[in-house]
Structure formats: C-alpha cells, structure tokens
Nanobody
Framework: QVQLVESGGGLVQAGGSLRLSCAAS????????MGWFRRTPGKEREFVAA????????LYADSVKGRFTISRDNAKNTVYLQMNSLKPEDTAVYYC???????????????WGQGTQVTVSS
C-alpha cells in the first residue's frame, strides 16, 4: 500500500501561484510514477500532469502546459506541482496519484490521495 497526503492548496487571485505537495509513505516511493489530477463539481476527474520514477520524463494536459510544473524529490518521498499564472478555471480539488509507470498513472492510477482544494478568484 502507498499512502498519499496532499497539501498546499488554498485561495489565490488569478495570475498568482501555488505549489502543491504530495507526501508518500508505505512502499518505496521511487518505484512509482506519480501524477496529479483535478476535479470540479459535476465533472469527471481530469488528468493534469505525470512524472516518471526518476523525474526524467513528464507529461502535461494541454490546459496546463507552460503554466504548471511537476517535479519530485525521491529523498523526501514527495511530488510537487508548481502552478503559475493561475486562472479561475483551474479551481478544483487536486489529487495526487501513484502507479507503476507514467502510462498507468495517467489512465489507471493504483493509489490516490484525499485531495486538496485550490480556488482561484477572478
């Protein structure tokens, strides 16, 4: 089992920045690719970004490309999502996820965090 705990959400004005963190425990963190998803009320959970076990490969949704950056620190068992130039449409609950590779973490994550709320005001 892998336990994931997100933090760093909050309220920010449009154009501002936030950094989300996801702390992992349980199994070996570097065995897993990690991802971020988000969900707004009434919508399906949406893929945001993914990173492979080494941090050498990343994937982004088109809606966040150039504004968000995913990174990881395997020594700290933590994955991050740096969000810049935030827009009101980025408002959502953001979830951390883990899987054996980046394809799996994008399509069928094995583990999920509980989510952290991000609200962007206009």
């Amino acid at each position: 089992q892998v336990q994931l705990v997100e933090s760093g959400g909050g309220l920010v004005q449009a154009g501002g920045s936030l950094r989300l963190s996801c702390a992992a425990s349980g199994r070996t963190f570097s065995d897993y690719a990690m991802g971020w998803f988000r969900r707004t009320p009434g919508k399906e959970r949406e893929f945001v970004a993914a990173i492979n076990w080494r941090g050498a490969a990343t994937l982004y949704a088109d809606s966040v490309k150039g504004r968000f950056t995913i990174s990881r620190d395997n020594a700290k068992n933590t994955v991050y999502l740096q969000m810049n130039s935030l827009k009101p449409e980025d408002t959502a609950v953001y979830y951390c996820a883990a899987a054996v590779n980046t394809i799996s973490v994008r399509r069928t994550p094995e583990y999920w965090g509980q989510g952290t709320q991000v609200t962007v005001s206009s």
